[in-house]
């Protein structure tokens, strides 16, 4: 796999059916090791140990209804009451962060109204915090820690 602009860690591969499988630590189970499969495991273990997000409260391709339809976030961090507060979609890293990138989050947000959002693709990643209230967003310069995470939007500003 291709060597990611994120830390490294301790991962598990093998060979099942004869397809290449990463240990995925949160789903707890292997699962097919596509390149964008790739970045979402270095982005979770970055948000694990950088951020200190804790491994018990993100999911992961998490199922999401809107109108008629289901999506999946790629990955969802939540608080300790189980309310989501970020949403990060990951993508290979061939593939450029556009604003339609944005958007596909954002498109998720209808249904999760989560504060902050992220995309990923393992060379470079951008977050933004949301208000929900003015439906204005703004870039940061880094992911805010878990704690930050956590608080109330207006407690951010």
């Not at 970055?46 to 804790?54: A, H, Q, S, T």
């Not at 608080?79 to 998720?108: A, W």
């Not at 393992?122 to 995470?149: A, K, W």
Request: glycine content about 2%.
């Amino acid at each position: 796999m291709e060597k990611l602009n994120l830390p490294s860690y301790d991962y598990t591969l093998r060979t099942q059916n004869k397809q290449r499988v990463i240990l995925d630590p949160i789903r707890k189970r292997f699962v097919p090791l596509t390149p964008e499969e790739w970045v979402r495991q270095h982005f979770v273990q970055y948000l694990i140990r950088n951020f200190g997000v804790p491994p018990a409260l993100i999911g992961i391709e998490v199922s999401i209804p809107i109108q008629d339809r289901y999506y999946r976030a790629d990955i969802v961090v939540y608080n300790r009451q189980i309310q989501p507060v970020m949403i990060v979609e990951c993508k290979r890293p061939s593939v450029q962060l556009t604003q339609n990138t944005f958007d596909q989050v954002g498109h998720y947000n209808i249904a999760l109204k989560v504060p902050y959002l992220a995309i990923a693709n393992g060379m470079m990643y951008y977050c933004c915090v949301f208000d929900q209230i003015n439906r204005s967003y703004r870039f940061l310069d880094e992911i805010p820690h878990y704690q930050t995470l956590i608080l109330p939007i207006n407690a951010n500003q």
